[in-house]
């Protein structure tokens, strides 16, 4: 197997690439981290990993690698240095965490203080009116629900921050493993939400990325 990692993305965009593990092999994964463990000057995040791959593979990444089976994510070669810029990611229920995590251990590998706020959603509102001053408080907030996904609507109603916000599978029948989560974030009566596809908590620290560092360049 030919690698060929792109390691000038940092450098390009402002992030490195990530490694997407949901059906690699074992030999492919292997080949992966065999290239890029020499490489200690380039952080890595690879995302949807499982326990069995990291098992897999943990061997040739020794301490180089730190995985997190909450949010299915690793790190090689620790993070990239700390940025300016803070986000809320803010969750329906504690079946969407799973999602958050991946978003806030995003975050936090490009460089980002990542606030979660956990089990918020409209059906006990006042849940999430004693936490929107902490909401504010941040730059950015990612909105992860399932089900209707109301909480999108409601928090572009409730503050004025770039909103982006993450459709997940979770609801029983008709939510269709995150479809009817995903039109309703597409129709929402909120201005200015961006939507990222379903269950992708990854995507949404990533745009999250790009806002910060043009609000915070130098």
């Known amino acids: ?6 390691y000038a993305r940092l450098a390009r965009i402002g992030m490195p ?14 080949a992966i981290v065999t290239e890029l463990v020499g490489r200690t000057d380039n ?8 326990d069995s ?5 943990r061997d040739l990444a020794g301490n180089s690698m ?8 690793s790190f090689m070669h620790g993070c990239l240095s700390p940025r300016e810029g ?8 504690t079946s969407d965490i799973p999602v958050a995590a991946e978003a806030c251990r995003t975050l936090e590998f490009l460089g980002f203080t990542a606030t979660r706020v956990v089990d918020v959603g409209v059906a006990g509102l006042w849940r999430l009116l ?19 996904a109301a909480l999108a609507s409601v928090m572009g109603g409730l503050t004025g921050q770039p909103i982006i916000a993450v459709p997940t599978s979770t609801g029983y029948g008709a939510a269709a493993d995150g479809h009817s989560a995903l039109h309703s974030m597409l129709t929402s ?6 939507v990222t596809n379903i269950d992708n908590g990854f995507g949404a620290a990533c745009a999250a990325n790009r806002i910060l560092l043009r609000l915070h360049r130098k």
């Open 1 to 6: 197997m030919t690698l060929r990692y792109d």
């Open 17 to 30: 690439e990530a490694t997407f593990c949901l059906n690699k092999t074992t030999q492919q994964l292997r």
């Open 43 to 50: 952080p890595v995040l690879f995302t949807r990993m499982s």
């Open 53 to 57: 791959q990291y098992q897999a593979v």
């Open 66 to 73: 730190d995985y997190d089976s909450e949010s299915a994510t």
């Open 86 to 93: 803070t986000v809320a990611v803010v969750t329906a229920g």
């Open 130 to 148: 004693e936490r929107v001053e902490d909401i504010g408080a941040c730059d950015v907030v990612i909105v992860v629900a399932g089900m209707d």
């Open 189 to 194: 009566c909120a201005q200015g939400i961006a």
